[in-house]
Nanobody
Framework: QVQLVESGGGLVQAGGSLRLSCSAS???????MSWFRQAPGKEREFVGA???????THYGDSVKGRCTISQDIGNTMYLQMDSLKPEDSAVYYC??????????????????WGQGTQVTVSS
């Protein structure tokens, strides 16, 4: 079982930046680590993913060009968000999968989830 813990959420003004972190108890068995977000009344939305062994990244259309996912040499993944908009307000979740053949956009393909961190962007 892998535990994921997000941090870094908060309140930021539109146009500002925020960096979220996701620390994993173990990344040895992980293939992908991803970020999702969920706003009130909406489905959980794919933000982006990183293939842990290579560092290659993939992004959802709604954040492409404004977000960057990175990793450190330990067990932490980051989500740098720039040019934030009020519609980026949501609970942001970290997710992880040990499998290579998943659909990155499909929440059901991720067995491990963090508790989420709130991001609020004021206009």
């Amino acid at each position: 079982q892998v535990q994921l813990v997000e941090s870094g959420g908060g309140l930021v003004q539109a146009g500002g930046s925020l960096r979220l972190s996701c620390s994993a108890s173990d990344t040895f068995s992980l293939y992908y680590m991803s970020w999702f977000r969920q706003a009130p009344g909406k489905e959980r939305e794919f933000v982006g993913a990183i293939r842990w062994s290579t560092g290659s990244t993939h992004y959802g259309d709604s954040v492409k060009g404004r977000c960057t996912i990175s990793q450190d040499i330990g067990n932490t993944m980051y989500l740098q968000m720039d040019s934030l908009k009020p519609e980026d307000s949501a609970v942001y979740y970290c997710a992880a999968s040990p499998l290579w053949g998943i659909s990155l956009f499909n929440t059901a393909d991720y067995p491990y989830w963090g508790q989420g961190t709130q991001v609020t962007v004021s206009s």
